[in-house]
């Protein structure tokens, strides 16, 4: 009896027409007007190779979230004294005990037993959303801790903040495809990967150097040295004050290595520019002028209105870079001026602009694959690949005669479909992957073997050659389903738990081997239901 | 053309030669690996992925002369770098390596020191910074853990699937068998000195799939030859099941064989490691299939019987398809 083979034939060519077009795009076809593409720049445009292959650099940075953790309590300390000052309630200090390992822990001292209950409630009525409020009673100590779940998202929002200042700035290189995104295998961490980016001194400077701009209130300064800083402050640094090293300043007259005595709790922080740009003062001497946004311009008059006379430090990273008197109170335009180059002005801008980082970074983990190296590999696999489909090819033919054309077939179709579905889902392929693609053909042959070797016996056991290749493919499909399944499982771990490159070994694999099903169980045995259909009674099966 | 045709090999009754030959293997990894961890404090040498540090592979314009490339270092003072000639000779590469930074801040200054140092000290021989990791202490020991967690869950799953494809000790060998096969190999990584990456990780969770493949061939075969022959002694049911799949398996393991060799010869230095594994892990897993998960079925089976527990093992469940 023959099967009418026409539909499944249809669905072959289709699916694989699909893929083929997702190797090569619609620019390989030579429409009127337009050249087409050289068959291997459009396999090249299509498949997104990994850095491992084009070259380019991947850091692995940590966000030093603490720091964003303890900006955020140094504020509360300064508004929980001016606001007891404004209640009118008295305390002696208000401080952080360990800022280093607890940087979420407010410590409120030496408030009168009588008014306790007072401080309390008016500490609860403004705080109690963020912190747990503890002690009082008899006690004259508060304490006040930021709630795991404020905390946490207070962590997020700092990593996401990160993520987005960088973008931006990496946004200003032009660098093509850039990957960054929270890096899921550690906390607080971000992956960064940067094709064809090999001199990563440039990158670095622009992500990392100035992890934070703030504006603080001058406390003290200038100091010779951190001695002469302790000594006229009576030996003890109050704790919510900070000292700092200063930067060859301009505005006032003070070298590199003199220190200043600053308020912890920032006036303007990093977030609160609008705008910045380049530009020069009255003298002619470069400065950067910006503008805040509505709500720190707000912060900002007030706190300048009340402060007419006082100093306050432009903070970039750990130095002062200037230091100003305030003249008169200032809403939302200003300039930094200090003895910047004409690159440094420019540069402070853009990170002005694309705003602070809210903590600064440590690098975990950089690498950089040069280009060459990226080739070399490209080639490596390449042969490698083409060698082991050949020798597999060529086996096959030779074991199982007629039979091995039909495996040779679905093998090739494998790869065409393994390799248009990476053109499609823009899946990236990677050294590793493409020891992937060398597996599946390995692995891919498997199906077959099972399949062939079972009709062999079928045939052995003398049934006809049709029942044979029924039953051949009915008992070997459990084997296979099981043998998917479980490479399959491997695989998907693979991509949970790996990185970069091992992903793409695990996308490749996972994706040949599903290819796989199709290519050697379906298609084999459409080849196989119409090499039957011709043949004539009596005929043998070429196994 | 045909290889196998009709074998009967009794395989059950060699188990004695299995069991010594794997318990050979197993005991000088587990050895080698004791040796490695006196000396370097983890149980095989450990890639800079994991054990975190500085690693520069240079490529220079003419043969490089590692002496002069060491004396130029310590002119500079890096005193703990290790030179080695890296790939083909003809290549002129060499790597650099530098030991684990414990402060993650100063991480980056290693690369630049050795980039800069050979740009002053060695300055006759131009070269091309082909490949740089540097890797932090933090990171390193998280891989380290999710590498572990992964092979392990990657068993866990499988032992799981397998339960409920088959039974409960069919998984248990299977995992048995995989278990086997990662130790020898990693065994092989200790004895013949070679470092741990990534990637080889990632060929390691190849095998346990590949190994489980071959396993769950002659497992299908048991299972159905049960079911057709209730009566027969189990040992030669599962004796005739290898037999039967022994074509499949020996041209299946010879062909990836094949694949992997190819990848090995022409995959690139960066892939050695890596292909490596696999050889290793494609031999030992064909081998741990037929030698350790079915005798282990029959043993368990035997065990049973003795206890004077049902004698037959139990019928595997029917495959859902």
New interface residues.
Partial sequence: MKKNLNGKIALIVAVVAVFVFGILGGAWIPWPGQAPKPFKQAVTDRIHLGL?LRGGAHL?L?VVVSEAVNAETDNTVGRIEQDLKAANLSFSQAYKPDPVNKPEVIRLEGTTPEKASDVRSALENKYSNEYEVSGGGGDTSFTLTMKPLVLTSLKKKTVQQAIETIRDRVDTLGVSEPVIQEYG??DNQILVELPGI?DL?RV?SLIQETARLEIHAVAGGPYKDAQEAMASNGGVIPADEELAHGSGSVGADTGSDSIWLLRRAYVVGGNDFRSADPGTDQNGRRNVQFTLTNEAGDKFYDYTSKNVGQSMAVLMGDRVREVATIQSAIRDRGEITGSFSPDEVEMLSKLLRTGALPASL?????????A??GA??I???V???V???L??MV??L????GSGINADLALFLNLVILLGFMGVSGATLT??G??GV??T???G??SN??IF?RI??EVRAGKAPSAAVDQGFA?A???I???H???I???A??F????G??KG??VT?TFGLLANLFTAVYVSRVIFDAHLNKMKPGDLVSI | ??LFRNVNVDWLGKKWYFLSFSLIFSVAGIISMGMHWAQIGSPVPLGVDFKGGTQV?L?FVQTPDTNRIRQAMDATGIKDARIQAYDAASKNEVLISLPEQQN??S??AGQ?QIVDTLHTNYAGNAF?????????P??GK??EK??L??TL??MA??LI??WF?FQLIYGVAAVVACFHDTLITVGFFALLDKEIS??V??AI??L???S??DT??VF??IR?DLRMSRREALSDVVNRAIN??L??TV??SG??????L??Y????Q??RN??FA?VVGILIGTYSSIAVAAPMLVAWQEWRARKGNAAVLPAAKR?R?
């Fill in positions: 491992d692995i940590q295998l550690g090999d001194d670095k440590n690098y975990l983990e950089d690498r950089t694959v040069g060459s190296l070399d590999s080639k490596a696999g042969t490698a690949a060698v082991g489909v020798l597999v086996f096959m030779i074991y199982y005669k050294l590793p493409i020891a060398i597996l053909i390995g692995m042959v498997d073997v099972l070797e062999r016996e008992h499909w459990v084997t389903v099981d043998t399944v479980t490479t499982v491997s695989a771990i693979l949970m738990f790996g990185t490159p091992v070994f695990a694999l | 053309m045909e592979e490529q993650e801040t991480l980056d630049k091309n910074v082909r490949n740089v990791s540097v890797v932090g933090t990171v998280q891989l999710q590498a967690l992964a869950y990657s799953g499988m699937y397998l494809r990534l990637t990780i990632a969770l190849t346990v799939g590949y489980m493949n769950i061939v299908d075969r159905e039967q799949t074509s499949r041209l299946t062909l990836t064989f094949l694949t992997v190819s990848l010869v022409f995959g690139g960066v892939l890596f292909s696999l495959a398809v």
